[in-house]
């Protein structure tokens, strides 16, 4: 997705240095807008990077939508991203874990790093998705997270996923995802390896059973 709000990308020390565009005034908004919404890969879907998953959409307008995946773990830990960006971890480390692994979010810039985040205080460059989430690409909020002053919960994904304008509603139309209103408590508590089914469970569906219709079709 091009033209979004958000600006400049976390830096990744020894990765490319480009950042995600710099924004532009809105004219007009999606008749579907499904910004602080799950999209929910159906069972049936093969493809490499989101069968499987779950994503996030942190916004959505008339240039197409930007959300992050939020199940699928990389071999990065947050202390190993500490280390590449040159953040020094204090004993009073905030939110996350040290052994907590930084999410693949997409496929679009994944040489930089980008976090989502509640609650939605402020930084650099932070996109409020919602009064109690914001999506925020600049370091300082990873800064104040190993001073023990960041938010308590976030998840940090290399990588964002982008569709540009009408593409993720055709996908939508061909039954390729479902989508719900996301919930705080699947995008940040939930062990990763329960998401999906959380995700599921908030339509009143029981994956199992979709992946068995999916199957007698």
């Known amino acids: ?28 908004q999606p ?36 959300g992050v995946v939020i199940n699928k773990p990389t071999d990065m830990t947050m202390e190993s991203l500490f280390e590449r960006i040159d953040i020094k971890l204090g004993d009073g480390m905030s939110g996350p874990k040290v052994s907590d692994p930084i999410m693949f979010g997409g496929p679009v810039q994944d040489d930089r790093g980008f976090v989502l985040h509640s609650p939605a205080r402020h930084y650099s460059s932070s996109l409020a998705v919602t009064d109690d989430v914001a999506f925020t690409t600049s370091i300082d909020v990873l800064e104040a997270v190993a001073k023990g002053e960041g938010p308590q919960r976030l998840l940090v994904s290399i990588g964002y996923a982008g569709w540009s304008p009408g593409q993720l509603e055709e996908e939508i139309g061909r039954n390729g995802w479902l989508t719900v209103g996301a919930d705080a408590h699947v995008l940040f508590d939930l062990p990763i390896e329960e998401r999906y089914t959380a995700a599921m469970k908030l339509l009143g569906i029981d994956p199992l059973m979709l992946a068995s219709e999916a199957g007698h079709a």
Request: proline share 5%.
């Open 1 to 28: 997705m091009k033209n979004s709000k958000v600006g400049k990308s976390l830096p990744m020390k020894g990765l490319s240095r480009g950042g995600a565009e710099a924004g532009q005034t809105r004219t007009a």
């Open 31 to 66: 008749e579907l807008n499904l910004a602080n919404h799950f999209l929910i890969a159906m069972p049936a879907m093969q493809d490499p990077i989101f069968g499987g998953t779950v994503v996030y959409v942190c916004e959505h307008n008339e240039k197409g939508v930007l």
